[in-house]
């Protein structure tokens, strides 16, 4: 084997790979993958919260399109509790702050940065 062919086989393993990224990123974004949800696009359900009854049974609560539902699972079949439970409002500019102390080290560190060339201009 010589240089040349090596190359080759590199060359086509590349596109090959490339070509399979395109077709995921493709799929994703026409919907086509299950579960997940198209770039843009907002999810319409999810779990809140999950808490533990007992060893079998669990409390679920669920929203979708803006409603919440709870939900008690572990039985033969699952009990719908109470439904339509109009969800709370979005979480207001002084609850968000503790938010971003969640932010990575990194990413506040580079606010910081930031912050810093700001003050030196002005």
């Given at each position: 084997m010589d240089f040349s062919e090596i190359f080759r086989f590199a060359a086509a393993l590349a596109?090959?790979?490339g070509l399979i990224g395109v077709c995921a990123v493709l799929a994703r974004r026409l919907g086509l993958v299950p579960g997940a949800t198209p770039v843009g696009g907002q999810r319409r359900?999810?779990?809140?919260?999950?808490?533990?009854?007992?060893?079998?049974?669990?409390?679920?609560?669920?929203r979708r399109d803006g409603k919440?539902?709870?939900?008690?699972?572990?039985?033969?079949?699952?009990?719908?509790?109470?439904?339509?439970i109009d969800a709370p409002a979005p979480i207001e500019t002084e609850?968000?702050?503790?938010?971003?102390?969640?932010?990575?080290?990194?990413?506040?560190?580079?606010?910081?940065?930031?912050?810093?060339?700001?003050?030196?201009?002005?």
């Open positions: 596109f090959i790979l359900l999810g779990i809140v919260e999950v808490k533990a009854v007992d060893a079998k049974h669990r409390l679920l609560l669920i919440e539902h709870l939900i008690l699972t572990g039985g033969e079949h699952p009990l719908l509790i109470e439904a339509g609850q968000a702050a503790p938010a971003q102390m969640a932010l990575p080290s990194h990413v506040v560190q580079f606010q910081r940065i930031v912050e810093f060339i700001k003050e030196r201009r002005a």
